[in-house]
C-alpha cells in the first residue's frame, strides 16, 4: 500500500508556474504509473498527465500537452507535475494517483487504487 501527499498548490496569475509535488510513503513510486488528475468546480474529475512504472513515459490530455509535464525523483519518492503558462481553466483541486496494474496509459479513475487528498490551483486572470 502506498500513501500519497500533494502539495504546492496556490494562487497564480495567468501565464505563470507552479510545481506540485507528491510525496508517497510505504512503497517507491517506481513500482506504480502515477497519474495527475483535476477537478473544477461543478465538474467531474479529469485527466491530467500520467508517467509510467519507472518513469520511462507520459502522456497528457491535449489540454495540457506542452505545457504540463510530470517528472520523477527516486531518491525523494516524489513525483512532480510542473505547470507553465496556467490559464484560468486550469483552476481546480489537482490529485495524483497510484495505478498498480501495467496498462498504458491509464487515463481512467477506476485505473487507479490509491490517491491523495488534492491541492488547491487557483489562475487568476
Known amino acids: 500500500q502506498v500513501q500519497l501527499d500533494e502539495s504546492g498548490g496556490g494562487l497564480v496569475q495567468a501565464g505563470g508556474s507552479l510545481r506540485l509535488s507528491c510525496a508517497a510513503s510505504?512503497?517507491?513510486?517506481?513500482?506504480?504509473?502515477m497519474g495527475w488528475f483535476r477537478q473544477a468546480p461543478g465538474k467531474e474529475r479529469e485527466f491530467v498527465g500520467a508517467?509510467?512504472?519507472?518513469?520511462?513515459?507520459?502522456d497528457y490530455t491535449d489540454s495540457v500537452k506542452g505545457r504540463f509535464t510530470i517528472s520523477r525523483d527516486s531518491a525523494k519518492n516524489t513525483v512532480y507535475l510542473q505547470m507553465n503558462s496556467l490559464k484560468p481553466e486550469d483552476t481546480a483541486v489537482y490529485y495524483c494517483?497510484?495505478?498498480?496494474?501495467?496498462?498504458?496509459?491509464?487515463?481512467?479513475?477506476?485505473?487507479?487504487?490509491?490517491w491523495g487528498q488534492g491541492t488547491q490551483v487557483t489562475v487568476s486572470s
Open positions: 508517467s509510467s512504472w519507472g518513469g520511462l513515459r507520459t
Open positions: 494517483a497510484a495505478d498498480t496494474s501495467s496498462s498504458w496509459p491509464p487515463r481512467r479513475l477506476d485505473e487507479y487504487d490509491y
Open positions: 510505504g512503497r517507491t513510486v517506481n513500482m506504480y504509473n
